[in-house]
């Protein structure tokens, strides 16, 4: 789909869009296998770490890319209605789209998610499928005060966290191997805590019957990362978060009182969640969306909402990030692409340079220099389609 100008964009949020999504894209660029090649490096250790998922409790920066998209689909929702409105479409034409988005972000997110498999994977881990399911909520409350937005988001977080709380724990002897943890994973969670571990929680068992209904290649038992389906539920909570930040935005302020809020806000959450992990209430998980995680993941998006919005729409340096702004306006093609023309480019690297061609550097920096090249390829499609003005929507 494709459209020819960017009215009431706030180009803030497309430059933060744009850098969430390069780290996505960026995976390509396989600092684990650079790390594994040099193990005594620690500077490669730490760009491993941060470009992988931690393994339960905890945080990298990739762990921040999700809630990041989340978060700044709730930011940018009072834009996109306020112009939808203004060309005079009515509420009832507007949610029509809206539920139509929503349906599309759902079987886009299972389309990507079952590529290379021998049938449909119905699977709804997936970051856009997840968007998808909270996303006419979301809207619906657009419309609704901020009070009942807060309302909202608490009913989510303490409604979540209490069905979890309340859910009984495997007996004792429990084998978790049969889950896919083995027994002597140094991630257990142990006490009250123990509600939230891996494979064996609420949202977890609620997969075993839900993915179930759907045809499969093999019954689901459980899923190796520990992600969920109920995990759309505290995602909403990420976007009402977006949609607070979005208000705060639009609203007829000083630039420097949005700063501050949004620094309040990002430092306040940043505390809060360390607190709850820290004395067990919550642990801040990632993989099954914890309040906690919603908190915490919450701080630090508004953090960066701040640095993204004084570096770019008050200081006006956007000149600079023209790289992130192909990624950032064209972000569902970005992902798309990400998920499948990356190996096409780097079987075709092979062919046309030769299978040592990556070698330039060194065999530890093959992967990198790989990565890089396809990387590059990636970008330039999307520069290409931000020239042409090709932005794909759904």
Not at 38 to 60: M, Y
Not at 217 to 228: A, D, L, M, S
Not at 353 to 367: E, N, V
Request: hydrophobic share 50%.
């Amino acid at each position: 789909m494709s459209q020819s100008s960017f009215q009431n964009r706030l180009t803030s949020a497309d430059v933060y869009r744009g850098f969430v999504m390069f780290l996505m894209m960026a995976e390509v660029l396989s600092f684990e296998k650079v790390s594994e090649a040099l193990p005594q490096s620690t500077f490669w250790q730490f760009l491993a770490f941060n470009q992988s998922h931690v393994e339960w409790i905890g945080c990298s920066l990739h762990d921040l890319i999700q809630p990041s998209f989340s978060f700044l689909v709730g930011v940018v929702l009072p834009y996109s209605v306020a112009n939808r409105l203004q060309h005079q479409e009515n509420f009832t034409k507007v949610f029509s789209h809206v539920l139509w988005r929503s349906l599309k972000l759902i079987l886009l997110g299972i389309f990507l998610r079952s590529q290379w498999k021998e049938q449909t994977n119905f699977t709804f881990e997936d970051t856009l499928t997840q968007i998808g399911l909270g996303y006419s909520f979301l809207f619906l409350l657009n419309f609704r005060s901020q009070k009942i937005q807060i309302t909202a988001l608490v009913l989510i977080l303490l409604g979540y966290w209490l069905a979890f709380a309340l859910y009984p724990l495997p007996d004792a002897n429990f084998d978790t191997t049969s889950v896919g943890v083995a027994k002597d994973w140094s991630h257990h969670l142990s006490g009250f805590a123990a509600h939230w571990n891996k494979n064996t929680n609420l949202a977890s068992d609620f997969d075993q019957w839900f993915l179930n209904l759907f045809p499969r290649e093999k019954p689901f038992v459980f899923n190796g990362g520990g992600y969920v389906t109920l995990s759309f539920i505290p995602t909403l909570g990420t976007m009402i978060l977006g949609l607070l930040a979005g208000n705060i935005l639009k609203a007829n302020t000083s630039s420097n009182e949005k700063l501050k809020t949004f620094i309040i806000l990002g430092i306040s959450g940043l505390v809060l969640a360390s607190i709850l992990n820290a004395l067990g209430i919550c642990p801040n998980v990632k993989r099954i969306w914890t309040p906690t995680w919603v908190i915490f993941s919450g701080g630090w998006c508004f953090l960066l909402m701040a640095f993204f919005y004084w570096t770019i729409d008050v200081l006006q340096k956007g000149k600079y990030v023209f790289f992130f702004i192909v990624i950032g306006t064209n972000s569902i093609a970005a992902y798309i692409i990400a998920h499948t023309v990356d190996s096409y480019i780097a079987k075709s690297l092979l062919i046309h340079f030769g299978k040592d061609y990556a070698t330039i550097l060194g065999i530890p920096y093959q992967s990198l220099v790989q990565g890089t090249l396809v990387l590059g390829f990636e970008w330039l499609i999307l520069r290409w389609m931000y020239r042409k003005k090709i932005f794909i929507k759904v």
